[in-house]
């Protein structure tokens, strides 16, 4: 045995002592045909290519593969040999591409997506849509919730890529920011701030009973961080379009992102309070665990998220 630790050589790696696939081919096609120049042809290699790569490859092997003459090219009985090794490896090297394909196939036959509930109420759809167009082979399963449920559920391996609208983005994941958004406070028009014309200063909206998303919500870890403290809660919900409804009912100001709030302002069920002395803008990000860059589909949907 060689220091190295291999027999037949000084060189440790048998990448160095066996030709590469693109040359073992060549001298199929070769023995195939008969002629080096229509084994160039083939695959689509002028012949002086060919050339070379014969003759480097009998330089690697140290033997002679094939004779050329004006009738053609001929394997010389070590090149036959040769050959029929070849055969048998390359054989092996299209059996292992058609399992990696496999694998991709599976892999891109699905996507687990875990958003945060204004991202996947106003945003997903229409980067769903549009992944379709590209991938419609693709079936997509979206489990909505808040942004410490999409962190869990990536961490877990229960999700390829998620969104979330938090301040901070939990330990064991990275991110992208794909938006920005801001929240605003909002409240029925019959609401006694509807009529106010001054802003609401952030002392009172921080003294007042707000209709709250839960603990955990992006949305909520805004609003607590932007007034210095916990909100009061009037009433706390898990999803944004309980919140609306709560608002335009008329039990109380709520604070949303105005992504969620479009039509109800546009129709007057809602009415936008302005207020003072606080910052609720925030951003839009996705995420995924750490070290682990999206692939397959989960690539194509973040792409798709930055158009």
Same mark, same amino acid.
């Given at each position: 045995?060689?220091?190295?630790?291999? *027999?037949?050589?000084?060189?440790?790696?048998?990448?160095?002592?066996?030709?590469?696939?693109?040359?073992?081919?060549?001298?199929?096609?070769?023995?195939?045909?008969?002629?080096?120049?229509?084994?160039?042809?083939?695959?689509?290699?002028?012949?002086?290519?060919?050339?070379?790569?014969?003759?480097?490859?009998?330089?690697?092997?140290?033997?002679?593969?094939?004779?050329?003459?004006?009738?053609?090219?001929?394997?010389?009985?070590?090149?036959?040999?040769?050959? #029929?090794?070849?055969?048998?490896?390359?054989?092996?090297?299209?059996?292992?591409?058609? &399992?990696?394909?496999?694998?991709?196939?599976?892999? #891109?036959?699905?996507?687990?997506?875990?958003?945060?509930?204004?991202?996947?109420?106003?945003?997903?759809?229409?980067?769903?849509?549009?992944?379709?167009?590209?991938?419609? *082979?693709?079936?997509?399963?979206?489990?909505?919730?808040?942004?410490?449920?999409?962190?869990?559920?990536?961490?877990?391996?229960?999700?390829?890529? &998620?969104?979330?609208?938090?301040?901070?983005?939990?330990?064991?994941?990275?991110?992208?920011?794909?938006?920005?958004?801001?929240?605003?406070?909002?409240?029925?028009?019959?609401?006694?701030?509807?009529?106010?014309?001054?802003?609401?200063?952030?002392?009172?909206?921080?003294?007042?009973?707000?209709?709250?998303?839960?603990?955990?919500?992006?949305?909520?870890?805004?609003?607590?961080?932007?007034?210095?403290?916990?909100?009061?809660?009037?009433?706390?919900?898990?999803?944004?379009?309980?919140?609306?409804?709560?608002?335009?009912? &008329?039990? &109380?100001?709520?604070?949303?992102?105005?992504?969620?709030?479009?039509?109800?302002?546009?129709?007057?069920?809602?009415?936008?309070?302005?207020?003072?002395?606080?910052?609720?803008?925030? #951003?839009?990000?996705?995420?995924?665990?750490?070290?682990?860059?999206?692939?397959?589909?989960?690539?194509?949907?973040?792409?798709?998220?930055?158009?």
């Amino acid at each position: 045995m060689s220091e190295g630790g291999t *027999d037949g050589g000084p060189e440790g790696s048998i990448a160095h002592r066996v030709p590469d696939l693109g040359a073992l081919e060549l001298l199929l096609a070769v023995a195939r045909l008969g002629s080096l120049g229509g084994a160039a042809r083939e695959l689509g290699i002028t012949q002086p290519a060919a050339s070379s790569r014969i003759r480097s490859m009998e330089r690697q092997l140290g033997v002679a593969l094939v004779d050329r003459s004006p009738r053609g090219s001929r394997l010389t009985d070590a090149g036959a040999l040769v050959t #029929d090794w070849a055969r048998r490896v390359v054989e092996a090297a299209a059996a292992f591409d058609a &399992g990696a394909q496999a694998l991709r196939h599976r892999r #891109d036959s699905r996507l687990r997506v875990a958003a945060s509930m204004t991202i996947a109420e106003y945003l997903l759809p229409g980067w769903l849509l549009a992944l379709r167009s590209g991938r419609p *082979d693709t079936a997509v399963s979206l489990l909505a919730g808040n942004s410490t449920t999409v962190a869990e559920r990536l961490l877990a391996d229960e999700a390829d890529l &998620g969104f979330v609208e938090g301040l901070s983005v939990p330990p064991g994941l990275d991110s992208a920011v794909i938006a920005h958004d801001h929240l605003i406070v909002v409240t029925a028009p019959t609401h006694p701030w509807a009529r106010r014309r001054r802003p609401v200063p952030a002392t009172e909206l921080a003294a007042t009973p707000l209709i709250l998303r839960e603990k955990g919500s992006g949305t909520r870890q805004v609003l607590d961080a932007a007034l210095g403290g916990l909100a009061r809660p009037l009433i706390e919900l898990s999803s944004t379009t309980a919140v609306k409804a709560s608002a335009v009912s &008329g039990a &109380g100001p709520a604070v949303l992102s105005e992504l969620a709030v479009g039509e109800e302002l546009a129709t007057r069920r809602l009415v936008r309070i302005p207020v003072e002395g606080v910052t609720l803008a925030r #951003d839009l990000k996705a995420v995924w665990p750490t070290g682990h860059r999206p692939t397959g589909p989960a690539r194509d949907l973040l792409s798709l998220t930055r158009g």
